[in-house]
């Protein structure tokens, strides 16, 4: 069974950094590709970024790009999400998911109904 714990969030102020990590535990982690997900209060889940097999196999929401840097380490079994340059509006619960895909080289993918494993959450809260 695939278990996934999110933490490093927090209160920050505009344009300040933090960096989410997403523990997984469970065998295969790298069959899985691996994303982020946000939800703000009476908002729909977005999604925000997602990682292959590797780090260059990224994909970013354009909203975050050149802000937000997703990665893994498959040593470790933890994905990561550097967020810089913090607005307001990325004010909400992020989740971190699993798509299991049966195979060494997995792709990022968007699509929230893709993914088969879901963390708890971790609070970003970001002042103005």
């Known amino acids: 069974q695939v278990q996934l714990v999110e933490s490093g969030g927090g209160l920050v102020q505009t344009g300040d950094s933090l960096r989410l990590s997403c523990a997984f535990s469970?065998?295969?982690?790298?069959?899985?590709?691996m994303g982020w997900f946000r939800q703000a209060p009476g908002k729909e889940r977005e999604f925000v970024a997602a990682?292959?097999?590797?780090?260059?196999?990224?994909d970013y929401t354009d909203s975050v790009k050149g802000r937000f840097t997703i990665s893994r380490d498959n040593v470790k079994n933890t994905v990561y999400l550097q967020m810089n340059s913090l607005k307001p509006e990325d004010t909400a619960v992020y989740y971190c998911?699993?798509?299991?895909?049966?195979?060494?080289?997995?792709?990022?993918?968007?699509?929230?109904?893709?993914?088969?494993?879901w963390g708890q959450g971790t609070q970003v809260t970001v002042s103005s």
């Open positions: 998911a699993a798509d299991f895909q049966g195979q060494r080289d997995t792709f990022a993918v968007r699509i929230s109904s893709e993914y088969d494993y």
């Open positions: 469970g065998r295969g982690f790298g069959w899985f590709a």
């Open positions: 990682v292959g097999g590797s780090d260059e196999n990224a």
